[in-house]
């Protein structure tokens, strides 16, 4: 089955790249057409400036199917070049910088360049090769001589406009031919898709290096619209681009989806005000393009934008620049899966075929091939790559077959199947090749690499998905001498350098991990499926766990271990080890800032890449603790905060719900509990070993942001005990509480012994709710709760130990291997209290699951008979912590909304009301 759009293109004659931007350069002379931080130009300037450029290079003997080099940073310069190189009809090659030399080194030999456009700062960078420079700082006094008029060259459209290198299999990057007829039929295909305008602001954030980087340029210039070329810095920081996109006014953001990915999780850790901030803009459209697109990460774009932009989702290869888009009905509403990436271009053919070469039924799985003007000439020197993947176009010259039909298929890898509405879904790869973040990398590139390492002896990389959405690069290691290289951190440090020499960053895998030998199938093959995951190989090695020291270590482990989901994690372990990059060092460090108030740089992570040495920088710094115990936890406004009394991470799953309703604050742990910690502080004699004074200490930070009533307070566990201490102190001092809602809160003194038959009753309860899955999940947790347990006999300790586990099972305490004085300072406080009656409602919400936590087990009516204007329970799926974490949290939410919603307390007491939710 093929898929061709009853549209045609104009029959309009194919010209080459440059004129495309040339035409309207004469329509809207005076329009600003780039910008780039606080430099701009007009079309007009634009122009004339790439007419200097090509009348000079012309006289360097530039003309059609000549190759020139371009290596320049994310600036005004970088697009003049590119449009001088095509006016003079020139093919460019794009250069990154910031790719090693080796690698630029291959690049220059293979294409033979007799010039390179650069800037003065980056020579020194450059290879030294027979290849002649010309700065287009320093030198533009003198390319400023030649005329401003369009030179007389005419391009052909089968003439070469540019030669972009992805990463190769065989070891060596591969460099992709594209004719200026190539990119003209895209370029007018996909101007009708979106329907760019002269009013719009086009965010350009691809590489120059990648072939998206040529619709984000040429598109907007051929529209008469403005682009906005982000700075390297920029891009590397998803926050810094929705700060640009609201400074500028940017009315369509063109962009990977991990970018949006992790650009949303850092909004989260932002403090209301500026998240709001950031989510207000004048978007009318995003693209979404380089890699597959999570259902769930739409419907999360969808619902954090205040504005609702059109949102299209664009797919196509460095062979084929652009192969199809699919705009996403405002009624899509999948939560699961990938987003489809629609229908081909008029001048496209699309074919999903079988082994035998054969097309698919609709809903059948199939490699997808493509065909049209969209095929380039293929691979530069790789005539046998060329025979591999431009096979023979056996539907070319049907009766069906539309003319613009090529001879050739290109054979894409990906795996495909057509929907019942025409549209393209992807579903795999046949090969090894991945996108990581939206940069197409050949595994086998990196595997040849790793294997030129003296100490390796077999290597396999993979990408792994062990978190949804979050695609990692993972290198498993054989080494020669495994003895030598027992510290596995430096071990991959060592690597890690080796690499950074070779390749692109994102090339680089984010985890080492080494291995006695690579798992084989039966008949003696690298069983890739085998490959440990990352985390469970963590678990298997042989390392010490060592735990924070201090109050600030503690904070930044939980941080961490949150936003890598990766526990438990040791105060030495390196960022990098662990799966971090730079989309995910921008959440990290955000969040961070929002809680201990110090703004840290993203290189940060370079100079300091563990939580130990990442302290040093912060107390060096002036930082340690944060100064004040609130903290924000979602970007709600409007309305009084609803305080979730001592946690703050806690709380995190909670806030999210709230967004759009209530702003919410975590309310942590503050300095004293920590010199308490440390031994500087007597916990006997301490003023926060009450749980009076601990609620007292509160609500002067509390008051510092809202100084007067109406107040929300909630509080889960001991938490719960203090927020209904502070709702007797706000009450007392004559102020409006409207709210104290206590989750799963053990009501103080003497709580009623779990008998052996209330116990069994609770069993029973929970068997009919849960079936079968109820004996499995308990008793998994036996298992868990015994491995690893020491029992003490006679002074000694006899039973399993931990040795040669990496990983304690993560339902044991902290406290059990470090000594914490806050349980003990917690304990005493919960003994010495003994509660009021408290004039006003409360809401207790209480775990469904309580035999794992059976002491915070608390008969309702202890509560109903403190409570003079009643007692409303709900009871909530999940033990004593999970009520507080999907997919229990969400009822506990909505119940709480409820609650807000309604919390005018009454004059007559009402009895006890148990709602099961």
């Not at 990436?341 to 039924?361: C, D, E, R, S």
């Not at 000694?796 to 806050?822: F, H, T, Y």
Request: include cysteine; hydrophobic fraction near 40%.
């Amino acid at each position: 089955m093929n898929y061709n759009s009853t549209a045609t293109i104009e029959r309009l004659k194919v010209t080459g790249v440059a004129q495309i931007f040339e035409v309207q350069a004469e329509l809207t002379p005076d329009a600003i057409a780039v910008r780039c931080e606080e430099r701009q130009l007009t079309y007009r300037e634009l122009n004339a400036k790439a007419n200097q450029l090509a009348n000079y290079l012309k006289t360097c003997g530039i003309e059609p199917e000549v190759r020139v080099g371009i290596c320049a940073e994310r600036s005004l310069e970088m697009v003049i070049g590119i449009l001088g190189i095509l006016k003079a009809g020139g093919a460019y090659v794009p250069l990154d910088p910031a790719y090693p030399q080796e690698r630029l080194s291959f690049i220059l030999q293979e294409t033979q360049l007799p010039l390179l456009l650069t800037q003065s700062h980056l020579v020194k960078a450059i290879p030294q090769q027979a290849t002649q420079l010309l700065c287009l700082d320093t030198d533009w006094e003198t390319i400023a001589l030649h005329s401003d008029q369009q030179p007389a060259i005419e391009v052909k459209p089968e003439n070469l406009a540019y030669v972009m290198y992805t990463s190769g299999s065989t070891g060596k990057p591969k460099g992709v031919q594209i004719t200026h007829a190539n990119v003209w039929y895209y370029i007018q295909a996909i101007a009708k898709v979106l329907e760019v305008n002269a009013q719009d602001v086009y965010l350009h954030t691809a590489s120059f290096s990648f072939s998206s980087s040529v619709r984000q340029l040429m598109l907007p210039l051929s529209q008469g619209a403005t682009s906005i070329i982000a700075t390297r810095e920029q891009i590397k920081n998803p926050l810094s681009l929705f700060e640009l996109i609201q400074k500028q006014g940017v009315t369509v953001s063109d962009t990977v989806p991990s970018v949006w990915r992790y650009g949303l999780q850092a909004v989260e850790g932002l403090d209301p005000v500026r998240a709001e901030a950031l989510m207000s803009s004048k978007l009318r459209m995003i693209l979404l393009s380089g890699e597959i697109t999570p259902c769930q990460l739409l419907q999360k774009i969808r619902g954090k934008l205040k504005n609702q932009p059109r949102i299209f989702n664009i797919y196509g290869q460095t062979e084929t620049i652009g192969t199809c888009a699919y705009p996403i009905p405002e009624h899509f509403d999948r939560e699961q899966g990938y987003v489809p990436v629609g229908y081909p271009y008029p001048h496209n053919q699309a074919y999903i075929l079988n082994a035998k070469g054969q097309g698919v039924a609709v809903g059948e799985i199939g490699e997808l091939h493509i065909a049209g003007a969209c095929l380039t000439r293929g691979y530069l020197n790789r005539p046998e790559l060329n025979a591999e993947k431009f096979i023979s176009n056996t539907f070319a010259g049907r009766p069906s077959s539309p003319s613009q039909s090529s001879s050739k298929l290109f054979k894409t890898g990906d795996l495909a199947r057509w929907l019942p509405d025409g549209a393209i879904e992807l579903v795999g790869r046949t090969d090894f090749q991945v996108k990581i973040r939206g940069m197409r990398v050949e595994i086998g590139e990196i595997e040849s690499l790793l294997e030129q390492h003296p100490a390796i002896k077999e290597t396999a990389v993979t990408a792994r998905e062990d978190v949804p959405g979050d695609k990692r690069l993972v290198a498993y290691i054989v080494a020669h001498s495994p003895s030598n290289h027992s510290d596995e951190s430096e071990f991959s440090a060592e690597l890690r350098r080796f690499l950074t020499d070779k390749l692109p960053d994102f090339m680089v895998p984010s985890s080492f991990v080494v291995l006695k030998a690579l798992p084989l199938t039966p008949n003696g093959k690298l069983d890739r499926r085998a490959l440990p995951a990352l985390y469970s190989s963590r678990a298997g090695s042989e390392r010490n766990v060592v735990f924070p020291r201090n109050g600030l270590e503690r904070l930044l482990k939980e941080v961490w271990e949150r936003v890598l989901e990766v526990k438990p994690i040791s105060v030495k372990d390196n960022f990098f080890d662990l799966g971090g990059h730079s989309l995910v060092a921008v959440r990290l460090l955000s969040e961070i800032e929002n809680i201990c108030g110090k703004s840290l740089p993203l290189a940060t992570l370079l100079q300091a890449p563990t939580i130990e040495k990442l302290a040093r920088i912060i107390e060096s710094e002036g930082g340690a603790m944060p100064a004040q115990s609130l903290v924000p936890l979602n970007r709600a406004t409007g309305k009084p905060p609803l305080f979730c009394i001592y946690g703050m991470l806690l709380y995190r799953d909670l806030a999210r719900h709230f967004d759009a309703d209530w702003p919410v604050y975590g309310v942590y742990l503050d300095a004293e509990i920590e010199l308490l910690k440390a031994g500087k502080l007597d916990a006997q004699t301490s003023s926060l070993t009450s749980v009076e004074d601990v609620a007292s200490h509160y609500l002067k930070e509390i008051r510092t942001l809202q100084p007067t009533g109406p107040y929300y307070l909630a509080g889960e566990s001991f938490g719960g005990l203090v927020a209904f201490e502070m709702g007797q102190q706000l009450r007392a001092a004559g102020e409006r509480v409207e709210l104290v809602a206590l989750f799963d809160t053990r009501f103080p003194g003497e709580t009623p012994e779990m008998t052996f038959q209330k116990r069994l009753s609770l069993h029973v309860e929970k068997l009919g709710q849960e079936g079968f899955s109820y004996v499995l999940e308990k008793v998994g947790r036996k298992l868990k709760s015994s491995k690893g347990k020491l029992v003490r006999i006679g002074g000694k300790l006899s039973g399993k130990s931990n040795k040669g586990n990496a990983q304690p099972e993560l339902s044991q305490p902290e406290e059990s291997i470090a000594p914490d004085v806050r349980i003990a300072v917690r304990e005493r406080a919960i003994e010495k209290y003994s509660p009021e009656p408290y004039a006003g409602k409360l809401v207790l919400f209480r775990a469904m699951d309580r035999t794992a936590f059976e002491k915070y087990y608390t008969d309702p009516q202890l509560w109903g008979s403190l409570a003079a204007d009643g007692l409303e329970v709900h009871e909530i799926g999940g033990d004593h912590l999970g009520i507080l974490k999907e997919p229990h949290v969400k009822v506990l939410a909505d119940k709480l909304k409820e609650s807000l919603k309604s919390t005018q307390p009454t004059e007559v007491a009402q009895p006890v009301e148990i709602i099961r939710s």
